[in-house]
């Protein structure tokens, strides 16, 4: 009794249709994800010429008896699928049975097959006919092999691309489902030589660094948590190592490679704003969750997902990996912010803003500030060194009147106290303006203020959302506005100036072209970066301290608004090793 089934026309309408050969790649996914289905314990995959020319894939999965291998090649024979009920909720990466034919249908198609040790069947199929069926000695498992794409369908094979093109999209396929199938082994071989190499991993990290390499997966952050029913696990890359491409993204349903707005949304908003524009962080990511509540029906290449509560799957994912971006490992080393290696520069406009504002006079940051004229403590300080384990970091002193040294369990800490402090506002501000209530400080002596007329355009076309960033403004004649209040960290800040500053962005920013929500983060970000303590400032230790902990209270506390980084560490290792004690 065989176990593929044609399915019936029924079910077949029910099936998302569509084109499932578009590419070679797409030919290794489908072959792959077969494979995986069969229970395979090693899949390898050669090619050749970029795949243009010969795809090979052979496992060592449950393999076929001859009458399921000859009816697999026959259009929606599956042996995944039965009923309607089970489209619902669908545990294999196939379930259609169109890739074989699909596949067999363009190509010169030979699948050598066997369900017990030594018995095979060899199929061969030349643009979609059956041309030889034979008997062969083969361990079980299944090879298929697809020459010559598209040697029959000119039109299509026109649009493949350059070999190197076609060859780096199977190598992110074979890719992304090593890294979700840590337990199989994969080889990829191109035209014999060997791009990927992975044996059987005992897990995921395992996994990353023979896929990545060691480095790279040194620096990603684990994560696992649950929440409604859904696990979200995996790996995140440090904002400071954020590189301006996608395709460090990798994104899994169940086990399935998919590209999924709400996840992908999630992940940007659990980053929020310690990434500068463009830049995109290395994420791993694994969504697990009830077959019955994600319906991978969607798309032909099966690539697209739809969940039924898709609000309770974001809020997993972002809660998730923002856990990871506050866990300690995310506090990158010296090393790792050397220029070039990740950390975005600084941006022109950012810092003529530092200049500007640190040449107006010194305005009192009075959180943090030094009481009582205490000077800063010296590194001879007493009774400093003890680490109190309910904290994260304790300051040992200021160098230069702008960096704060900390310990912490792991090692030293070296802490930029401007764009510290500009991250604690921005938080805080920006989940006030969020909320409605920001904090209004009344000015004893209303300001009036004279607008330039491209000051006043903007001010007309955004005074709503002046108001919800505490700004307490009405016109007063011409261009002129009166200023009744500011919000109220940033009182003591000029309020003409820290008023201009925001008009002058907005200007720049311009919401009809970038929408209200970044409007909102960029004015949040300048006023929080003119309020914050700048440099050159001295803190006493109390102030220190309660900077630290504001920071780590924070959702990013390794890079500021801007994406320049506010941390790094020297490990106690690291300075053993720097005198050669280790
Ligand atoms: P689907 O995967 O959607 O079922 P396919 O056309 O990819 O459709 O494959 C058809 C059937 O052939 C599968 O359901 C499976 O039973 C069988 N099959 C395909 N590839 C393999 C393999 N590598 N090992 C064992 N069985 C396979
Ligand atoms: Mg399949």
Redesign the pocket.
């Known amino acids: 009794m065989g ?2 089934r044609v399915l019936d026309d029924h079910l077949v309408n029910r099936i998302a249709a569509g084109e499932v050969v578009e590419r070679p790649a797409a030919v290794v996914k ?2 792959v ?3 995986l ?2 229970g ?1 314990g090693s899949i390898e995959v050669r090619v050749e010429d970029g795949g243009r020319r010969r795809i090979i ?1 052979a ?1 060592d ?4 008896e001859r009458d ?2 000859l ?3 026959e259009r929606h ?5 039965r009923s309607f009920e089970d489209l619902a909720a669908i545990a ?12 067999a249908a363009v190509s010169r198609f030979l ?1 050598r ?1 066997a ?1 017990r040790d030594g018995f095979g069947t060899e199929i061969e199929v030349r643009a979609g006919r059956i041309s030889g069926v034979r008997e062969v000695e083969r361990g079980r ?4 092999e697809v020459g010559g794409i598209f040697f029959n369908v000119p039109a299509r094979r026109k649009f493949l691309r350059a070999a190197p093109t076609e060859l780096a999209h199977i190598v992110r396929t074979v890719a992304h489902y090593a890294l979700a199938h840590p337990s199989v082994r994969f080889v990829l071989e191109h035209e014999g030589r060997r791009l990927i190499e992975a044996a059987k991993a005992a897990d995921r990290a395992e996994r990353i660094a023979q896929v990545h390499g060691r480095e790279l997966a040194a620096k990603l952050v684990p994560f696992d948590a649950e929440s409604s029913g859904i696990r979200a696990s995996g790996f995140a890359g440090r904002p400071v190592d954020a590189l301006a491409r996608r395709d460090v993204q990798h994104v899994f349903v169940n086990g399935r490679l998919v590209q999924d707005r709400v996840l992908a949304h999630a992940i940007a908003a659990a980053y929020g704003n310690t990434l500068a524009r463009g830049l995109y962080p290395a994420m791993l990511l694994f969504v697990d969750l009830d077959p019955s509540r994600v319906d991978v029906n969607v798309h032909p290449q099966k690539t697209e997902v739809r969940f039924d509560r898709s609000s309770d799957v974001h809020d997993a994912v972002r809660a998730a990996v923002a856990a990871a971006l506050s866990h300690e490992t995310a506090v990158p080393h010296l090393q790792d912010l050397r220029p070039g290696t990740g950390a975005p520069a600084p941006s022109a406009s950012f810092a003529a803003a530092l200049i500007r504002s640190e040449a107006v006079a010194e305005f009192p940051a009075r959180a943090y500030g030094p009481q009582g004229g205490a000077s800063a403590p010296s590194l001879l300080d007493e009774g400093s060194a003890a680490v109190d384990p309910g904290r994260r970091a304790v300051p040992l002193a200021q160098y230069k009147d702008s960096y704060i040294v900390a310990q912490d369990r792991e090692g030293l800490l070296i802490v930029d106290q401007h764009v510290a402090h500009e991250r604690v506002l921005f938080e805080r501000y920006l989940g006030e303006t969020e909320r409605g209530d920001v904090h209004v400080q009344r000015l004893l002596f209303p300001k009036t203020i004279e607008l330039s007329a491209d000051e006043a355009v903007v001010f007309a076309a955004e005074a709503g959302e002046f108001a919800r960033l505490g700004f307490l403004l009405e016109p007063f004649g011409g261009n002129a506005v009166k200023l009744d209040g500011v919000p109220a960290f940033a009182k003591d800040v000029a309020p003409d100036r820290l008023l201009r500053e925001l008009l002058g962005e907005a200007a720049r920013t311009r919401s009809a072209a970038t929408g209200a929500e970044e409007l909102r983060r960029r004015l949040v970000t300048s006023a929080s970066c003119q309020a914050a303590i700048k440099v050159n400032y001295p803190l006493a230790r109390e102030g220190m301290q309660r900077l630290l902990d504001d920071l780590f209270q924070t959702e990013n506390p390794t890079t500021c608004p801007h994406g320049r980084p506010i941390i790094f560490r020297l490990t106690l290792d690291e300075i053993e090793r720097a005198f050669r004690r280790r």
């Open positions: 176990r593929i489908e072959l994800e077969n494979s289905d069969a395979a894939v496992d999965g449950e393999g076929m399921d291998a009816l697999a090649l024979a599956t042996s995944k699928l294999t990466l196939g379930f259609r049975g169109e890739a074989l034919p699909s596949i699948i097959t369900a498992g299944t090879t298929t």
